[in-house]
């Protein structure tokens, strides 16, 4: 008898553990809370016109963003709802906060007043808050066409390319005019450039811009699948140091310098696809050829 009621007592310990959740499946969604807190800090901060505490705001935003999803695979705490929590935090930190940013910084912040303190026309702030809004529907959209093309199949040419824009590369864009323009206003270097950045129709111009690549299906180039050749390494690795030092030296013009580059390797990506895709098309018409 007293061995069945210990069989019976480990069956009862066993039942109640699988009731009870690791603590390690709260870490990635812990990380995308706080990617979702900063984003709406910068949205505060932008408000109040403290830009450049903003955009610090928005960069521990992205950082929180790549590590989330690093996290859950590295704990295996994927989940469903983690999913969900990183799509609303994306909308956030990649579509509202850099559309409310965009917004404040082009329009004088709370004043309403550009650099030289003339006044900025009420029709044009009306407009500056529509191209806002809609740079921030087009992010909703892009990531609402990506949760939906994941349960699809992709042809195989599409592997190294996202469909469009990917939202922190559309949030990285979009920023760059800001991004340069703080950079040389803090040294005071450049007046007139900053203050063609800070135009409101250049913002208008790259809000509307950006928006419709982020919404498009264009290829961009995905850096997760890059290669490089190993006799390349040397010049790649010396090509890295001297970021390094451009970063430590003045992180926020080489930031800006970078972002006006990423938006030039959108033509790029397309060439590069057209010639991936030409040549896996041509790939099975070539085996059938030589079975006939």
């Not at 706080?34 to 901060?45: N, R, V």
């Not at 590295?74 to 929590?85: D, F, I, P, R, V």
Request: glycine content about 8%; overall charge positive; charged content about 15%.
């Amino acid at each position: 008898m007293g061995k069945f009621r210990l069989r019976g007592r480990r069956r009862r310990r066993k039942v109640l553990r699988l009731d009870r959740v690791p603590i390690r499946t709260i870490a990635p969604n812990l990380v995308t809370a706080m990617a979702a807190c900063a984003g709406i800090t910068s949205i505060s901060l932008s408000s109040e016109g403290r830009f450049l505490h903003a955009l610090v705001a928005l960069l521990v935003a992205c950082v929180c963003d790549g590590m989330d999803g690093r996290i859950a695979r590295l704990l295996k705490a994927s989940s469903k709802l983690g999913a969900e929590l990183d799509s609303l935090a994306d909308f956030v930190n990649f579509g509202v906060a850099p559309a409310m940013f965009m917004y404040f910084w082009m329009t004088g912040g709370p004043t309403h007043m550009y650099l030289d303190g003339t006044p900025v026309a009420q029709p044009l702030v009306r407009i500056v808050l529509g191209c806002s809004l809609f740079y921030a529907m087009c992010d909703c959209f892009r990531l609402a066409r990506f949760n939906t093309m994941l349960e699809q199949e992709t042809a195989p040419w599409w592997r190294n390319y996202f469909t469009g824009v990917p939202a922190p590369g559309g949030c990285w864009m979009v920023l760059t005019p800001a991004i340069i323009s703080l950079a040389l206003d803090a040294k005071g270097s450049a007046p007139r450039l900053a203050s063609f950045l800070q135009n409101p129709w250049t913002g208008i111009f790259m809000l509307l811009f950006v928006g419709s690549l982020m919404a498009s299906r264009l290829p961009t180039i995905s850096l997760k699948h890059l290669h490089v050749r190993k006799s390349s390494m040397p010049l790649v690795l010396a090509a890295l140091l001297l970021l390094v030092a451009l970063f430590v030296s003045n992180f926020w013009l080489t930031l800006g310098v970078m972002g006006a580059g990423y938006i030039l390797t959108v033509p790029v990506s397309g060439l590069m696809f057209l010639r991936t895709r030409a040549r896996m098309s041509a790939m099975p018409l070539d085996a059938d050829a030589a079975k006939v």
